[in-house]
């Protein structure tokens, strides 16, 4: 098992995570909620965002999983949820639905950065920039479809929320007390179909970002 992989893996989940989850807060303190500076989250501090299970223990369960059985299962995860006040943020539902997809798009972004700077120094053949660049730009697309699902307490249920009639709203509100029991769900017992959802999103971003650049 390639122990560099592994702690290049985990770099750049600790730098992906932080942002997104900074930017989280960024978000809602532009909307007028205060709470996650107040608790100290607007900060790049990895340790005040590291989830045990979301952030370290699943990627590391996937990389070691796709290593021993020779799968290439996308490596995704989360991080410590950013605290907010519903009743502070600007314009409803839609304000707390921009504050959670913002994360997300974060991810995105730096996928699509990596993948320039991929594209510039030539490959994932360049040494340990590439290593680096290619990692980067594989986690941040499986954060990305991992956490626009829109099922709580994933951020894509945030946007949902906001377009959904009532008594679907309240079936959502009834999932989210379960919180990160119902995603451990979802990754135990829906590990194929997850997967197969991830890739597809994975493998589209990817044709998407060689066709900015003029690869296809």
């Known amino acids: 098992m390639d122990i560099g992989y592994i702690v290049t893996v985990l770099g750049v989940i600790f730098v992906s995570m932080t942002l997104h989850e900074v930017m989280h807060g960024l978000v809602a303190y532009r909307?007028?909620?205060e709470t996650a500076r107040l608790l100290g989250r607007l900060t790049l501090n990895p340790l005040k965002h590291i989830d045990p299970?979301?952030?370290?223990?699943?990627?590391?369960?996937?990389?070691?999983?796709?290593?021993?059985?020779?799968?290439?299962?996308?490596?995704?995860g989360g991080a410590k949820p950013v605290p907010f006040n519903p009743a502070r943020i600007n314009h409803d539902e839609w304000g707390i639905a921009l504050?959670?997809?913002?994360?997300?798009?974060?991810?995105?972004?730096?996928?699509?950065?990596?993948f320039g700077v991929l594209v510039a120094i030539?490959?994932?053949?360049?040494?340990?920039?590439?290593?680096?660049?290619?990692?980067?730009?594989?986690?941040?697309?499986?954060?990305?479809a991992f956490n626009i699902l829109p099922l709580p307490p994933l951020d894509g249920s945030r946007v949902?929320?906001?377009?959904?009639p009532d008594f679907v709203r309240r079936g959502m509100d009834a999932m989210e007390r379960y919180g990160l029991i119902l995603v451990f769900i979802i990754v135990m017992f829906s590990g194929t179909l997850l997967g197969a959802y991830?890739?597809?999103?994975?493998?589209?971003?990817?044709?998407?970002?060689s066709a900015i650049f003029g690869m296809s």
């Open 31 to 33: 909307l007028g909620d």
């Open 53 to 76: 299970f979301l952030t370290v223990l699943l990627p590391l369960l996937i990389v070691i999983s796709n290593a021993l059985t020779g799968v290439h299962t996308p490596i995704f």
């Open 99 to 114: 504050m959670a997809i913002a994360g997300p798009l974060t991810n995105f972004m730096l996928a699509f950065l990596s």
């Open 122 to 144: 030539g490959g994932a053949e360049a040494g340990v920039f590439g290593m680096v660049a290619e990692t980067s730009v594989l986690v941040n697309l499986g954060f990305f």
């Open 160 to 164: 949902m929320y906001a377009l959904a």
């Open 198 to 209: 991830m890739t597809s999103v994975i493998s589209w971003c990817i044709q998407l970002f």
